[in-house]
C-alpha cells in the first residue's frame, strides 16, 4: 500500500513542463546568475508540528533568498557547487542545516506529555519497568542537536519533469546518520498563475530518526532503538503576478509519516502539514 | 540592471569606433574595425555580425586578418585595405592582422546578451521553513 502511494506520488506525468527560457517568463523557478534576489511573502498559515505537545510553525513572513553564479549557488539555506554534465543534468556538492530540530524549537511540554509517554513506552516494552511512569527531563527533551548535512544532488531536467535526487550526511557528528530523497517537480503556466506540483520520497537513516525521536540519550540504552523511515510528501504551489514586484502566493505540502516514526512516543501525528495564502514582494 | 549596463557599453563601443574611424593613423600600420560588439537576444544562441575592417600602412605590406586563427583574407604588397563580410560567433573572438612573422593588430569581438543568463533553482522556492 505504501508503495502504491509513493509511486502514485512520483508519478504526475499528465502535466507538462516548461524550460527555463530567458524568452519567457521565469517565474521563481529560474534565477538569473550573479544576482541575489530577494522577496517576501506576507499572508497566513503554518507548518503543523507533529510531535505531542508541539506547537504549529507559523507561516506568516517567509523569505525567498538565492543568488546563483555559474557553479555556485546559495538557496534558501542550502549552499551548493554545481557542475553540468550535460544541457539536462547537474550535479551538486551540497551542503545545508538539518531540518528535523526545527520541529523541537517549537516544543511546548505539557503535564499531558508526561502522560503520554508513560502510556506510549509501556506498549513498546515488554517488561515491566516500561509500565512504571518514567520521570522525563523536559529540558533533555527539547535538546535536540543542530546538525550540518552535506552531500550530492543530482538534478535532471527532463522534458517534462525536474527528477531531483539527493544524498546528504551528517557532517557535524551530531547523529551520525543520512538521509536521501527522490523528487519530481513539474511547473506550468495558464491564464490562472504559474503552478508547481512536486512530489517526494525521504528516507532517513535510523541513526537520524533515533537521535531526534527517541527518548533523551540516558534511556537509550533501555528501549528499542527506532527503525528507518520512509517519508512521501505532495506539493502544490501557486502564484500569480499582479505586478512585477507583486504576485498572490500559496501553496499546501502533506508530508506523511511513517510507523517507525510515529512509534515515538514523542510523535503523536502521522503527517506534517504545511499552508500558506499570501501576496509576496520582489525586492531585488 | 543588465539592460542599463547593455546600453552603456553598445554607447561606449560606438564611442570607442567613432573615435577611432577619427583618429588619423600615426603609426606604422593602423585599423578600425567596427563593430568589436555583437548584441543577441538570448545567451548561448550565435550572434551575427556585419562586420567591416581597413588598414593603412606607410610601407606596402604583406598581412592577412585572421579570426581566432581562421584566416579570413589577405593581402600582397599593400598599403591598405579593406574588408567587409558577416561573421557568426558563438562567443569572444580574436581579430587579428598578422604578417608571416608576427600579430600586428589585434581586437577583441565580444558577445554580448540582451537577456541576463538564467539558471534553474536547484532548491524549491519559499523552502526555508
Redesign the interface.
Known amino acids: 500500500m505504501r508503495l502504491i502511494f509513493i509511486l502514485l506520488l512520483l508519478s504526475p506525468i499528465w502535466v507538462f513542463a516548461d524550460q527555463c527560457s530567458a524568452s519567457k517568463n521565469p517565474g521563481a523557478d529560474c534565477a538569473e546568475t550573479g544576482q541575489w534576489q530577494f522577496a517576501l511573502a506576507l499572508g497566513a498559515g503554518h507548518r503543523s508540528n507533529p510531535l505531542v505537545g508541539g506547537r504549529n510553525f507559523p507561516l506568516n513572513l517567509m523569505p525567498d533568498l538565492n543568488y546563483y553564479g555559474k557553479h555556485w549557488f546559495f538557496d534558501n539555506g542550502t549552499l551548493g557547487y554545481s557542475w553540468s554534465l550535460s544541457d539536462e543534468v547537474q550535479l551538486s556538492l551540497i551542503s545545508r542545516l538539518n531540518e528535523e530540530k526545527g520541529y523541537f524549537r517549537r516544543h511546548h511540554l505539557s503535564n499531558l506529555f508526561s502522560q503520554r509517554v508513560s502510556e506510549s513506552v509501556s506498549l513498546m516494552g515488554p517488561t515491566q519497568k516500561y509500565q512504571q511512569p518514567i520521570e522525563l527531563s523536559v529540558a533533555d527533551q527539547a535538546k535536540r542537536p543542530t546538525a550540518v548535512d552535506a552531500g550530492w544532488q543530482l538534478d535532471w531536467f527532463s522534458p517534462f519533469l525536474h527528477w531531483k535526487l539527493n544524498w546528504l550526511h551528517d557532517v557535524s557528528g551530531q547523529y551520525h546518520g543520512q538521509h536521501a530523497s527522490l523528487a519530481a517537480s513539474h511547473s506550468w503556466q495558464n491564464q490562472l498563475g504559474h503552478w508547481q506540483l512536486s512530489s517526494a520520497v525521504t528516507w532517513k537513516s535510523s541513526q537520524l530518526i533515533d537521535t531526534y525521536y527517541a527518548l533523551d540519550q540516558s534511556r537509550l540504552n533501555e528501549l528499542a532503538p527506532l527503525k528507518d523511515s520512509w517519508q512521501p510528501e505532495l506539493k502544490l504551489s501557486w502564484s500569480y503576478p499582479l505586478t512585477p514586484d507583486w504576485s498572490m502566493l500559496a501553496f499546501y505540502r502533506y508530508r506523511l509519516l511513517d510507523d517507525a516514526i510515529t512509534l515515538s512516543p514523542l510523535v503523536e501525528e502521522n503527517s506534517v502539514r504545511s499552508w500558506f495564502v499570501g501576496v509576496s514582494y520582489q525586492f531585488f | ?2 539592460g542599463c549596463t547593455l546600453v552603456v557599453i553598445s554607447i561606449l563601443s560606438l564611442l570607442v569606433s567613432a573615435a577611432n574611424a577619427a583618429t588619423p593613423c600615426d603609426k606604422t600600420i593602423c585599423w578600425q574595425v567596427a563593430p568589436s560588439v555583437c548584441l543577441v ?3 548561448q544562441r550565435p550572434c551575427q555580425l556585419d562586420l567591416s575592417l581597413q588598414w593603412q600602412s606607410a610601407l606596402p605590406q604583406s598581412v592577412c586578418v585572421f579570426l581566432d586563427d581562421q584566416q579570413l583574407d589577405c593581402w600582397q604588397a599593400q598599403t591598405e585595405g579593406q574588408w567587409q563580410q558577416q561573421l557568426q560567433l558563438t562567443g569572444p573572438a580574436k581579430l587579428e592582422l598578422r604578417d608571416q612573422q608576427q600579430v600586428l593588430l589585434q581586437q577583441q569581438l565580444t558577445v554580448l ?1 540582451r ?15
Open positions: 540592471m543588465h537576444d538570448q545567451q546578451s537577456q541576463p543568463e538564467r539558471r534553474r533553482r536547484l532548491v524549491a522556492p519559499w523552502s526555508v521553513f
